[in-house]
C-alpha cells in the first residue's frame, strides 16, 4: 500500500508538471498572432483532461471522510 501511495504521488506531481507545462505553451501561443484555434483548443483540452486526473489522483491519495 505504501509503495503504491508513492506511485499515485509521483503520479501526480508529474501530472502537474505537464498541466503547469500546458498552461504556459496556452500562454505563449495566445500572444502569437495569427492564432492556431485549433492547436489552442486541442492544448486546452488536454489541459482540462490532466485536470481531471489530477482530481481523481488526489480523490484517491487522500478521500474524503463522509461527516
Known amino acids: 500500500m ?5 506511485s499515485l504521488s509521483r ?7 505537464e498541466h503547469a507545462d ?3 505553451s ?6 502569437v498572432a495569427p ?3 485549433l492547436l489552442l483548443r486541442r492544448l486546452k ?3 482540462l483532461a ?5 482530481v481523481r489522483l ?3 491519495i487522500d478521500p474524503k471522510e463522509p461527516a
Open 58 to 60: 488526489e480523490s484517491a
Open 50 to 54: 490532466l485536470r481531471d486526473q489530477i
Open 2 to 6: 505504501d509503495s503504491n501511495l508513492h
Open 26 to 31: 496556452i500562454d505563449s501561443l495566445s500572444e
Open 11 to 17: 503520479q501526480l506531481i508529474e501530472l502537474r508538471i
Open 35 to 37: 492564432q492556431d484555434e
Open 45 to 47: 483540452k488536454r489541459r
Open 22 to 24: 500546458l498552461d504556459a
